[in-house]
């Protein structure tokens, strides 16, 4: 589903690069394990980095009850931000070098989860992070549900920035005799690390290693 810009989301800057539709917003929030939110308080501005997944039309979150962040959330509106580095984009002049990129921005106000909502998504987030993780180990007890804070925000009011491709050099550069192209960066999973006294090693735990 493509949405329309709203005045803040729309990109200004190298519109071409723009996209507001949720496939590429989706994909960009599910390919990453921290988002950064921005807010204010009686302090002033602040981001903080926090683990985040998504279900259907929302983000979430989760923290402590006694987080400031949650707290301020609950009170006003944030922005969420969302970025991922593909490569190094190497071009004839110093100030045509870029980046590639996927990047998406969230504007709105975040709603606490409760009841059995609040745990099935901290079960979602689980099976997010590990597909057949949570089937193998301690649900949450009600004590630490009542400890923990689930938020979400729809993500309604959202734009995405991507970059790909080679450099664009201007004319008058291309006879630099440079190297010029990509530097990929790619994120790989190393090898896991068993704890003293792990158990058996599952499947998913075996298939970990290699992918990005």
Known sequence: M????SPRTRVRR???NAAYDSATLYAIIDDAYVCHIA????SGPHCIPTACWREGGHLYIHGS????MLKRLAESEACVTIT???GLVMARSAFNHSMNYRSAMVYGQFEIVEGDA???AMEAFMEQLLPGRQAQVRGGSDKEYAATTV??????????KVRAGGPQDDAEDMAIDTWTGVLPLQRVRAAPAPAEGAGETPGYIQQWQGKP
């Open 2 to 5: 493509k949405t329309h810009p």
């Open 14 to 16: 190298i519109p071409t």
């Open 39 to 42: 807010f204010t308080d009686e």
């Open 65 to 68: 009850n006694g987080s400031r």
């Open 84 to 86: 991922h580095v593909d």
């Open 118 to 120: 609040k745990r099935g």
């Open 151 to 160: 938020m979400r925000i729809a993500l309604d009011e959202a734009a995405c």
